[in-house]
């Protein structure tokens, strides 16, 4: 007999699109219930006055992972979206007024460091060396593969301290760089995924491998234009989807996942659920804790949630020929600021940034003759108790001051839409946990085995992919997590399949 319960996804982030897409096909059937009117989750999209804000991810990485979701129902990635390449990656302002562009070639990169600091050129060959080495053990290997068992974790710790992952990303960039520059240039990264480069495990470095490896890439239309790829491919592959369908409750009985509650009383039935919910609100607010051994709201409460972020989004009737596609403001200080925003939770003075002007790339993101920004700012999330309705606005006050001065000259008079978006957004639309904005803290103690399992300890047929998730956050990190689900869940018999409908659309 069939099972014709669908296996339920709550959340559609990068992570519930990507599981929903594997477990359709797998053969189960399959329904996504999200909370939000929209697809997308923090690569949701805003628009305002003929302006296609992305609320989240810019940055596509390792595009082979969208290219196999693609893949997996016979259908071609590039029928339903456009990815360009975007040279260079990362335009890097440091405080002093020099600047720094972070290309993906290497001649041209050489070059670029031998500007700012000839001795680190070979520096920087060496140590690539050793970023590439920690790539092929702790992407190549790790990145998919499911650590559900404490000797999981041990058979890699030799590889580990072989690699020196017991340092951080900026105790191993700075054995090698002398520029102090430099060694800013090559630490950011784990900030992209919450993590502080002085305690995030070298293990990160990989970043810069897979960025050199892939390419960093934009989706023509926004980032948007991913996530509706990914929607008209589950409408292809027969997934239901539901938006403004919040789930309240988890349901267990005998120590099983049996259905899911939805806001309003509607109760469904499902075969499994699968959490893009983040782990650390599914299991304090959505399942009763006598359902909850491990997972209890002591245990969550011991977590390290991740620094939040401000983003402020903003159109001008001035266009700025000059910038790059993204830009980090650094300002004074590095470990300074770090150490305010992670340990301290308290707002600096001073800030760096991340400036994205998508209409570089392209131009039908805003009207004709403006340009679409957005800027964000690491800032502590709300275990720092700081009041954003108060301070919200003086601090995008501030930043817009800070980018008229260093980037944007006639900014404020130039404006023609405005708007932002605290760590409250986090907490209160995206239910994360003190409104981090990328779930747990990616840290040594959390990292791996230390991290949320894809499957739950608790309940049985409840498992979670995302960013809080094994590997992690980041768009690549999470459609991992949906490969690891997949390691995870039941093999189906062919009888038990159902089956993909025949139809083909293209959807572009
Ligand atoms: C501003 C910003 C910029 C970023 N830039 C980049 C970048 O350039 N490149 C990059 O790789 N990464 C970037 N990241 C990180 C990346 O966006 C995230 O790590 C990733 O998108 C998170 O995906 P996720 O699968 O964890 O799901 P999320 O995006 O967190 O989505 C979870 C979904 O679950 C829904 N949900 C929650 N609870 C319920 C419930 N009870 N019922 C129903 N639905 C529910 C939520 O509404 C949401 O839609 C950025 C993040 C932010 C915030």
């Given amino acids: 007999m069939r099972d014709d319960r669908p296996v339920v996804v709550i959340g559609s982030g990068f992570g519930g699109l990507a599981a929903a897409v594997r477990m359709r096909a797998q053969g189960y059937r399959v329904l996504l219930l999200e909370a939000r009117d929209q697809l997308g989750g923090r690569a949701a999209v805003f628009e305002r006055d003929g302006h296609v804000f992305d609320a989240g991810p810019t940055v596509i990485t390792a595009p082979y992972l969208l290219e196999e979701l693609f893949a997996l129902a016979g259908r071609d990635m590039r029928d339903f979206m456009e990815l360009v390449p975007v040279d260079p990656f990362y335009r890097i302002e440091f405080a002093d007024g020099s600047r720094f562009d972070y290309v993906g070639e290497e001649e041209r990169l050489l070059a670029n460091i031998r500007e700012l600091s000839p001795p680190d050129v070979d520096n920087y060959r060496r140590m690539v060396k050793h970023m590439e080495a920690i790539f092929d053990v702790g992407y190549t290997k790790l990145v998919d593969v499911p650590f559900e068992r404490f000797t999981d974790m041990m058979k890699v710790v030799p590889d580990m301290l072989r690699l020196g992952n017991h340092r951080s990303v900026y105790g191993m960039v700075s054995r090698y760089m002398q520029d102090e520059r430099l060694r800013q240039v090559f630490t950011f990264q784990p900030l992209l995924i919450g993590g502080n480069p002085f305690r995030a495990t070298s293990i990160y470095t990989l970043i810069h491998w897979l960025e050199r490896k892939w390419g960093v890439h934009f989706a023509k239309g926004g980032t948007t234009s991913v996530v509706q790829g990914l929607g008209a491919l589950l409408d292809d592959m027969g997934v239901e989807v539901r938006t403004s369908a919040p789930v309240e409750e988890i349901e267990v009985e005998a120590g099983a996942a049996v259905a899911v509650r939805l806001r309003g009383g509607e109760r469904i039935p499902c075969r499994m659920v699968v959490s893009n919910a983040d782990p650390s609100f599914v299991y304090t607010k959505m399942i009763a804790p006598e359902h909850r051994r491990k997972h209890t709201d002591r245990a969550v409460g011991r977590k390290h949630q991740s620094m939040s972020l401000f983003v402020a989004y903003f159109g001008t009737k001035k266009q700025y020929p000059e910038l790059a596609h993204h830009t980090i403001v650094l300002g004074p200080r590095y470990r300074g600021l770090l150490d305010d925003i992670f340990d301290n939770k308290v707002l600096s003075e001073d800030f760096s940034l991340y400036l994205h002007a998508p209409t570089r790339t392209d131009p039908s993101l805003a009207p004709p003759g403006h340009e679409t920004f957005y800027v964000l700012s690491p800032v502590p999330n709300n275990e720092s108790g700081l009041d954003w309705s108060k301070e919200g606005q003086p601090y995008f006050e501030r930043i817009m001051d800070a980018l008229e001065r260093r980037m944007l000259p006639g900014l404020k008079?130039?404006?023609?839409?405005?708007?932002?978006?605290?760590?409250?957004?986090?907490?209160?639309?995206?239910?994360?946990?003190?409104?981090?904005?990328?779930?747990?803290?990616?840290?040594?103690?959390?990292?791996?085995?230390?991290?949320?399992?894809?499957?739950?300890?608790?309940?049985?047929?409840?498992?979670?992919?995302?960013?809080?998730?094994?590997?992690?956050?980041?768009?690549?990190?999470?459609?991992?997590?949906?490969?690891?689900?997949?390691?995870?869940?039941?093999?189906?018999?062919?009888?038990?399949?159902?089956?993909?409908?025949?139809?083909?659309?293209?959807?572009?």
Avoid: C, M
């Fill in 413 to 508: 008079e130039n404006l023609t839409t405005s708007f932002f978006v605290t760590p409250d957004y986090f907490e209160e639309e995206l239910r994360s946990v003190s409104g981090a904005a990328f779930g747990i803290e990616p840290r040594l103690s959390q990292s791996a085995w230390f991290r949320y399992h894809n499957r739950s300890e608790d309940v049985a047929g409840l498992y979670f992919v995302g960013a809080s998730t094994h590997p992690g956050a980041g768009v690549p990190g999470v459609l991992n997590t949906a490969k690891v689900l997949e390691k995870l869940v039941p093999r189906l018999d062919e009888s038990e399949r159902v089956p993909l409908p025949s139809s083909r659309r293209v959807a572009v």
